[in-house]
């Protein structure tokens, strides 16, 4: 399978301006010996039941200076802005390799790599390699999923794993661009919660869903390693105009996120977990009432009676719509993971 670039006639005319400055960049970027280099994400996949299975690989090709691309020594606090500081190679020509098979693709505009294909990876933490013209190949972690699971767990991850406060914008932004990645605070009790629920649904994927910027995919995942949060892949979005309009949407993205994962596992019932704070529990809701046998449950954190004024006017789980066929135990809400861990004890998730 291989994947075309996308022409310049189908851009948004925001797009088109963005791309034309990025190739001014990048052309002086390459004349002062900056190389291309390929951050690989987590990835996921499916092993084979009765024919073929498949991988979903994602990762990102960049240009950086010769020294960065080096592996550095010790660990060293990074400023949230110095995420947003990276330069794409728009549109680069990739090479996939999946147990010794080679499958050629493209990078998007922005330098993302998304490509599934087929595969007969057996199930578990498994590798692939992905290459590009000027820049070492690397290794992409895959988790693949046996076809005899059932059960999955999706979770959101500001305000929900990770303290970010987005409810307040000026926060939010401190957050974001100026505090240190290791200042960053985990929820209460969520990392036990999550190791308690992998522990009782061996081979469960566990996979995380945010509006956040791919710019800070390293930096989360150094986030929930450091925190003791299972390793699964993250699927964000990219930042700046699209393809067809000015910005992206958010609420979008997490809606087509969970589409895509009742299509490529319609036996697998998902455990929705998000918070109150923006729009997860609207959205879980709507995903229950269309696909309501890949729903286990929605488990929703509470945010403080401040953090909820100051988010808007969001639906509140009492608001959430009847239709969805969440009754009784289906529909979980508690202020932190100790809470949440007890209300699954009961409905017989843990």
């Known amino acids: 399978m291989t994947l ?45 039941k009765g ?6 690989v994602l990762g990102r090709v960049l240009l950086a200076r010769p020294s960065i691309s080096k592996p550095r ?12 500081a990276t330069l794409s190679v728009m549109n680069a020509p990739v090479v996939v390799e999946v147990n010794g098979i080679r499958y050629e693709a493209f990078a998007d505009r922005g330098g993302f790599i998304d490509f599934t294909c087929s595969s007969d990876l057996t199930s578990g933490p498994r590798s692939v390699r992905i ?26 991850i500001d305000d929900t794993v990770m303290v970010t406060s987005l409810p307040r914008p000026l926060r939010a932004g401190w957050n974001t661009f100026i505090l240190d990645e290791f200042a ?22 566990v996979i995380y869903v945010s509006t956040g910027s791919w710019n800070v995919a390293p930096t989360l995942t150094r986030f929930l390693s450091r925190h003791l949060y299972p390793v699964g892949p993250l699927l964000l979005t990219d930042w700046g105009p699209t393809k067809d309009r000015w910005f992206r949407s ?17 036996d697998v019932r998902w455990l929705l977990i998000g918070d109150d704070g923006q729009h997860d529990p609207g959205i879980y809701a709507e995903f229950a009432a269309s696909h309501p046998a890949n729903v286990a449950a929605i488990a929703i954190r509470r945010l403080s ?21 969440l009754a009784g135990q289906r529909l979980l809400s508690a202020p932190d993971g100790a809470g949440l861990a007890g209300l699954m004890r009961e409905a017989g998730l843990l």
């Open 131 to 156: 290459g590009s013209e000027g820049a070492e190949p690397v290794e992409a972690p895959i988790h693949i999923v046996d076809p005899a699971v059932r059960f999955g767990i999706l979770s959101d």
């Open 4 to 48: 075309e670039p996308i022409t310049e006639r189908r851009l948004h005319r925001a797009a088109r301006i963005e791309d034309a400055v990025h190739v001014a960049f990048e052309r002086r970027m390459r004349r002062r010996g900056w190389e291309p280099t390929i951050v690989a994400f987590p990835g996921y996949g499916l092993a084979a």
């Open 184 to 205: 960053r605070a985990s929820v209460p009790g969520m990392s036990v919660l999550y190791e308690r629920l992998t522990n009782a649904h061996p081979g469960a994927p």
């Open 305 to 325: 009676p401040t953090q909820s004024v100051l988010a808007g006017a969001l639906p509140t789980l009492s608001e959430l719509p009847q239709s969805s066929g």
């Open 73 to 84: 020594k010790r660990a060293k606090k990074i400023r949230g802005w110095r995420s947003f």
């Open 250 to 266: 958010g609420r979008e993205h997490k809606r087509a996120a969970l589409r895509r994962l009742a299509e490529e596992f319609p």
């Open 51 to 56: 024919g073929p299975g498949w991988v979903r």
